[in-house]
T-cell receptor
Framework: SQQGEEDPQALSIQEGENATMNCSYK?????LQWYRQNSGRGLVHLIL?????REKHSGRLRVTLDTSKKSSSLLITASRAADTASYFC????????????FGDGTTLTVKP | EAGVVQSPRYKIIEKKQPVAFWCNPI?????LYWYRQNLGQGPELLIR????????DSQLPKDRFSAERLKGVDSTLKIQPAELGDSAVYLC?????????????FGEGSRLTVL
């Protein structure tokens, strides 16, 4: 029943490498958000991209949005061991304002 | 500024017992959400409040789940009776407006184990 799907489900890289995670969604959106969740903790907001934006940067994070393909990607550059976490996209559809729908996440492991 | 506070962090009960979770959102946040997160999955919305009003409870299993947000601040989520399949993490989140305008702030969650 989730609207979004992340790909890959799991990703393991070495410290210093870049990590790319992808998200697909099903309906037209107002915005799409990325969150991070450390094991046993709550979700923390990383970045929001609006439907009229194509790319957004925040520190080592780069998010792209392709509304024609209903997809988004999150790139983490120069990864660190502290980036180890699960990453979720949340899409906010035009038809139900305020209903963030999450995918099942990508589990990222960054090896020191 | 204090974050979203949830309690208890952990709860272990036997099936058919009742359980309640409490959430105190960030001061000034009008919108409050309850999500359920099963192991290895993303959060699923159970109910969303705008102030005191439940504006989206379509995913709340109303036969056993209930929620309230008296005075538009704190909220409680209750399960009675609990079933084995209710084992999950229950996350509370709040936002200043709707998710269309900004981010959600999450609490640490309440992990429920039903035996």
């Amino acid at each position: 029943s989730q609207q979004g799907e992340e790909d890959p489900q799991a990703l393991s890289i070495q410290e210093g490498e870049n990590a790319t995670m992808n998200c697909s969604y099903k309906t037209s959106i107002n915005n799409l958000q990325w969150y991070r969740q450390n094991s046993g903790r709550g979700l923390v907001h990383l970045i929001l991209i609006r439907s009229n934006e194509r790319e957004k940067h925040s520190g080592r994070l780069r998010v792209t949005l392709d509304t024609s393909k209903k997809s988004s990607s999150l790139l983490i550059t120069a990864s660190r061991a502290a980036d180890t976490a699960s990453y979720f996209c949340a899409s906010n559809p035009n038809t139900n304002a305020g209903k963030s729908t999450f995918g099942d996440g990508t589990t990222l492991t960054v090896k020191p | 500024e204090a974050g979203v506070v949830q309690s208890p962090r952990y709860k272990i009960i036997e099936k058919k017992q009742p359980v309640a979770f409490w959430c105190n959102p960030i001061s000034g946040h009008n919108t409050l959400y309850w999500y359920r997160q099963n192991l290895g999955q993303g959060p699923e919305l159970l109910i969303r409040y705008e102030n005191e009003e439940a504006v989206d409870d379509s995913q709340l299993p109303k036969d056993r789940f209930s929620a309230e947000r008296l005075k538009g601040v704190d909220s409680t989520l209750k399960i009675q009776p609990a079933e084995l399949g209710d084992s999950a993490v229950y996350l509370c989140a709040s936002s200043r407006g709707s998710a269309n305008t900004g981010e959600l702030f999450f609490g640490e969650g309440s992990r429920l184990t039903v035996l």
